[in-house]
């Protein structure tokens, strides 16, 4: 079975975020354990594997995402590398529907390698600003939003950008704060530069202390940004080490998420 690593979310090799991506050989997934140690065994954010479905269905293929050490119920990036490695080894070709365990996720290619994820968008629900999350994050939250149940994480506006990209958070502490991770975020200083907003996302939780561009909180970023600059059209700048870009498009309860992917390493799983 061949495995491949894909950086998502970027245009360059080295850069975004890094997923591996197994297309199944067969109709069916092998048990989640043997799922959860391959994905251990890569030790990425997330892996992704997807089999062939019977034609006719409401999707094309079945996918799921693993971090080292959980399943997850959405995960952008690693969509977006699964529907590059489709593409590029012409597994399929045109638009693919994936059946995940946040319904179906529809990716669209571009002619210009591109890609566009349709996601459902996340439901954004103002909370109280937990006692001690200030200290963990080690910045002041201006506002603090659930992000509901398919990501499960805190969306925080902090004060500028500066501030999301010195942030060097207690990540042990962070996880006690949301089921999943942090989002923290801030307008963009200059505009001019090519993105809107900037972010960056802690999931202790998940085995991941920072996620170099996460797709999956974008479905968040892009409403709370949207609504305040008041543009259905946004992207955003994950200012992670690794760094990406998302290009977002607001349309009610779903959201589009746009990037490139680069495959940089391909190689067979012989365990």
Known sequence: MRIRIV??????????????VLLLDHDTFPEDSR??????????????????????G?????????????????CGHATLATAHVLRTTGAHTGPVRFATLSGVLVAMPHEDGSLTLDFPTAPLTP????????????AEPLT????????????????????????????????????????????????SQGYDFVSRCFFPNLGIDEDPVTGSAHTALAPYWSERLGRP???????????GLVRTELRGDRTLLTGHAVTVIEGELLA
Do not use: C
């Not at 251990?40 to 997807?50: G, I, L, P, Y």
């Not at 799921?64 to 399943?71: D, I």
């Not at 909370?127 to 080690?138: H, I, K, M, Q, S």
């Not at 969306?155 to 704060?177: N, S």
């Open 7 to 20: 950086d998502a979310f970027t245009d360059r090799p080295f850069t975004g975020n890094p997923a591996g």
């Open 35 to 56: 799922l959860q140690s391959v994905a251990r065994e890569v030790n990425h954010a997330e892996t992704a594997f997807a089999h062939r479905l019977p034609e006719g």
């Open 58 to 74: 409401d999707a094309d293929w079945a996918l799921r995402w693993f971090t080292p050490v959980a399943e997850v119920a959405m």
């Open 127 to 138: 909370v109280e600003v937990p006692d001690g999350v200030a200290e963990a994050l080690g």
């Open 144 to 191: 603090t939003f659930d992000t509901g149940p398919n990501t499960g994480d805190l969306l925080i506006e902090v004060a500028d950008e500066k501030t999301v990209r010195g942030l060097a958070p207690d990540h042990r502490a962070l996880a006690r704060y949301s089921g999943r991770g942090i989002i923290a975020t801030a307008r963009a200083e200059d505009p």
């Open 233 to 243: 059209g946004l992207t955003g700048l994950q200012a992670s080490p690794r760094s």
